[in-house]
């Protein structure tokens, strides 16, 4: 039985959940705002009066957003040989978020894994620098009367790439949800030239 889509999924350059999951898995994958943090029940520094936060997904379990029907996409690449995206340091890359149901948005954090991370491990935060590479934020509060949260269809954002990365590397796209706990997660595999 084919379940409907819900919520959004990176979709270009193809996130690992848009190319090993159906549509309504791929654009299903919640769990807690706030990455990398790990704690619930936080309120948002920036907006005070957003949905405190739920439990982030735990290592090993970030890219299926600890999510039991999308746990194979939380298997390291020496397992699974995840395909990998060409891109050049230093250059823009556009990503392209795709929504079935639209929620009010505070934020959109894109995390790059760290020069010498383990790609034969499962993804842990040890792995990702720990500030953003980029961040897209919102500013309206509160969210119930903001008419400027709800994003466009698609959204598409330009990614600056650092200058220092080479070889195969992991993008996690977090988009954070004014109006819920939750945040939606996406991995994107690169080989950075």
């Known amino acids: 039985m084919e379940r409907e889509a819900r919520h959004g999924a990176v979709t270009k350059p193809e996130s690992r959940a848009q190319l090993h999951l159906a549509d309504w898995q791929a654009a299903g994958l919640e769990a807690g705002k706030f990455f990398p943090g790990t704690e619930s029940g936080l309120r948002d520094p920036y907006a005070p009066d957003d949905v ?81 590479i980029a961040t897209y934020q919102n500013s309206g509060q509160p969210y119930w009367s903001a008419d400027d949260l709800l994003p466009e269809d698609p959204t598409v954002h330009s990614v600056t790439l650092p200058e220092d990365r080479r070889g195969y590397h992991v993008l996690l796209s977090v988009w954070e949800v004014a109006d819920t706990a939750h945040a939606f997660y996406q991995v994107i595999d690169l080989d950075i030239e």
């Open 52 to 132: 405190v936060n739920a439990r982030p997904p735990e290592d090993g379990r970030i890219a299926s957003a600890g999510k039991d029907f999308a746990a194979k996409l939380d298997e390291p690449d020496s397992q699974q040989g995840w395909q990998k995206h060409p891109v050049r340091s230093g250059e823009a890359l556009d990503i392209t978020w795709a929504y079935h149901a639209p929620h009010k948005t505070r934020r959109w954090n894109y995390f790059l894994t760290k020069d010498g991370w383990d790609p034969s491990k499962p993804l842990s935060r040890a792995q990702f620098d720990p500030a953003p």
